[in-house]
Structure formats: structure tokens, C-alpha cells
């Protein structure tokens, strides 16, 4: 079976998104959402008719918002994320969003062909933050790899199994 990598990223909004502080996020939406479309290893994101996902929300907090995404595996994520045009966003997210103090992105890998929901991703950070980093949820800092995840998954099986 082949696996591939999901992730969920979350961000506190320093104002309302059709605010002036949010303008300059708002207007790059668009071209950061085409460039991780067309990057390597892309696979899928969370988004509405909008073709983004600021209005989906995940929390009871409106000025939290979700980004989620599929990858081929952790490298190509890893180049969008680090090594593409997107570090230039990345870099200014002060500009943007507050600084959260608990884990904001959460890792975990799926089946190829499943498509993540956006309260599997609310799961894995929430597991991410309550346990620390496991073949469950994990950063890019402590990542696992499929067969690790294989052996974690197949023993929490068996134990809720019994």
C-alpha cells in the first residue's frame, strides 16, 4: 500500500481577514495556492468555492484559520514549505498572525487516495499537543517514517482490538 503525507496548519489573525492589517495576506493567497499546486509532490489542499480555505473554520475562534494539504511524502513538503517562493510569506507571518504559544502544524501520513478532513486535522494537533510527537502526529523537527508509523498503527489496532 502507498502512503502519503497530510498536514495541518493553523493561524491566529491579528485582525478580521477583509481587514487592512489582513490586505497584503488576503492578496497573496492566490499565488501561494497556485504555487503549491504546481509544486512537486503536490497532491491536494482544503479549500472552498473560493478557491481557499479562510472561511472554513475548525475552532470556536473566527480569527483562527486552517491550512491543510497532501503531499507525495515529506521531502517535497518539506521544499514548498522551505525552499520555494512560499518562504517569503513565511517570513512576514509576523506582519499577520499572532505568535501561538501550543504546537500550530501537525504531520501524519494516510492511505494514497484518502482525503483528509479538516477535524482529522483538529485530531492529529490536538494529539500533537496533548502527547507530544508520535508516529500519529509529528512535526518536521521529530518526523517518522512510514514504516514507524506502520508498526505505531498496527499496535494501537490491536489494543483498542481487545
Do not use: C
Request: aromatic residues 12%; hydrophobic residues 40%; charged residues 25%.
Amino acid at each position: 500500500m502507498e502512503f502519503h503525507l497530510a498536514q495541518i496548519n493553523i493561524a491566529k489573525m491579528l485582525a478580521p481577514i477583509d481587514s487592512p492589517v489582513m490586505a497584503e495576506f488576503v492578496a497573496n493567497l492566490d499565488s501561494i495556492n497556485a504555487l503549491a499546486e504546481g509544486s512537486d509532490g503536490f497532491i491536494w489542499r482544503l479549500k472552498t468555492d473560493d478557491n481557499n480555505a479562510t472561511s472554513i473554520k475548525v475552532y470556536e475562534d473566527d480569527f483562527i484559520i486552517v491550512n491543510m494539504s497532501v503531499w507525495e511524502n515529506m521531502d517535497k513538503l518539506h521544499q514548498f514549505v522551505y525552499q520555494s517562493n512560499h518562504v517569503e510569506i513565511f517570513k512576514q507571518r509576523k506582519k499577520w498572525f499572532e505568535k501561538m504559544s501550543d504546537m500550530h502544524m501537525a504531520l501524519w501520513y494516510i492511505p494514497a487516495g484518502y482525503i483528509p478532513t479538516a477535524m482529522d486535522g483538529v485530531e492529529r494537533l490536538s494529539h500533537l499537543r496533548n502527547k507530544g510527537e508520535t508516529p500519529f502526529a509529528f512535526s518536521f523537527k521529530n518526523s517518522f517514517t512510514i514504516e514507524e508509523w506502520s508498526k505505531y498503527d498496527n499496535s494501537m489496532k490491536s489494543v483498542t482490538d481487545q
